[in-house]
């Protein structure tokens, strides 16, 4: 299935250039009003010991991701970098281009002295 805008064209004008269009604060402020609605229909299916356990599990973490953030997860990038070990690589990559660089010169030299 094919994603995005089939007209646009890569590199192109974007077809959305303002981006997102904001929620309205009316809209918001609206929302706000049924808060504590919300809040206590949750903490109603999170006690009801009817409800299906899903429910209830569900309610308890929109509850504790409203009084104490989502949980942080942890990644795993797969990156290794140990700093002191690239700057030593990168001073020895160094070091050898300089060497380089002065044996091209000594050469140099040598061809023009004859």
Do not use: C
Not at 2 to 17: F, L
Not at 32 to 51: C, P
């Amino acid at each position: 299935m094919a994603r995005g805008n089939p007209n646009w064209v890569k590199g192109g004008k974007s077809p959305n250039e303002g981006g997102r269009p904001r929620m309205l604060p009316d809209l918001r402020e609206a929302a706000r009003n049924y808060s504590g609605d919300a809040l206590a229909t949750l903490a109603k299916i999170m006690l009801d010991s009817e409800a299906p356990h899903s429910a209830r599990v569900g309610a308890a973490r929109e509850i504790l991701d409203r009084g104490f953030g989502k949980a942080v997860q942890a990644v795993d990038l797969g990156v290794n970098l140990n700093v002191a070990e690239s700057h030593a690589n990168i001073l020895m990559r160094l070091a050898e281009q300089a060497r380089h660089k002065k044996e091209e010169a000594s050469r140099v030299l040598e061809l023009t002295a004859n």
